[in-house]
């Protein structure tokens, strides 16, 4: 069974940065597509980024693209988001996800963490 747990979320201030990290487990999850979503209030969750473990392929809303890094420690079952210039309007529950399927960029996601918390005040 696949469990994905977030941590790394917190109060910051507007251009701030922050790092979410993603620890996988799961006897397959090294072969799976690995991805970032949000969710703010009142609105459709998001996906933010995703990446194969390699890093060889990659994913970036355009609202995020240049501020915001996904990036994959194979060797830990680690995923991360490195986010910088951070603005208000980045303030949501942000979720790691992860899929098996072979075109996993362009695929739903199968499984999902608890999701940690991103407050930006302006």
């Known amino acids: 069974q696949v469990q994905l747990v977030e941590s790394g979320g917190g109060l910051v201030q507007s251009g701030g940065s922050l790092r979410l990290s993603c620890a996988a487990s799961g006897p397959t999850v090294s072969r799976h597509t690995m991805g970032w979503f949000r969710q703010a209030p009142g609105k459709e969750r998001e996906r933010v980024a995703a990446t194969n473990w390699s890093g060889t392929t990659t994913y970036y809303a355009p609202t995020v693209k240049g501020r915001f890094t996904i990036s994959a420690d194979n060797s830990k079952t680690m995923v991360y988001l490195q986010m910088t210039n951070l603005t208000p309007e980045g303030t949501a529950v942000y979720y790691c996800?992860?899929?098996?399927?072979?075109?996993?960029?362009?695929?739903?996601?199968?499984?999902w963490g608890q999701g940690t918390q991103v407050t930006v005040s302006s």
């Open positions: 996800a992860s899929n098996s399927a072979d075109n996993g960029l362009g695929s739903p996601y199968d499984y």
